[in-house]
């Protein structure tokens, strides 16, 4: 079972997100690909962004920082900005299942 842990869930820009990933289970994964991203729901166009990948063993920290220059978090009744943090256990084999995680949290502004 894959587990991914935040620090905090709400963010201001300019700060650091940090957790841990973690694995439990018999069989190890090879990896864990994390990625830091946000992307737009609602009307008009989708918009995604991919602002941090890493490859993480299990019970390995991270940390990035939240440059205050991308969009903030947005709850609207046509549009939102949604900011996460995805990890996905890279089990090897071709027919293999990567179980996934993901984790959202706010950006706020100063």
Do not use: C
């Amino acid at each position: 079972m894959l587990s991914l842990r935040l620090q905090q869930t709400e963010l201001t820009a300019g700060e650091w997100l940090s957790g841990t990933v973690s694995w439990m289970g018999q069989k190890s994964p090879q990896e864990i690909h994390l990625t830091i991203a946000w992307r737009t729901e609602g009307r008009g166009t989708v918009d995604t962004a991919k602002l941090h990948e890493m490859s993480l063993a299990s019970g390995d920290n991270f940390r990035y920082r939240i440059l205050p220059t991308g969009p903030y978090s947005y709850d609207g009744q046509l549009i939102r900005v949604i900011w996460e943090v995805s990890a996905v256990a890279q089990m090897g084999g071709f027919l293999s299942k990567s179980p996934k995680e993901v984790k959202v949290f706010r950006v706020v502004p100063r």
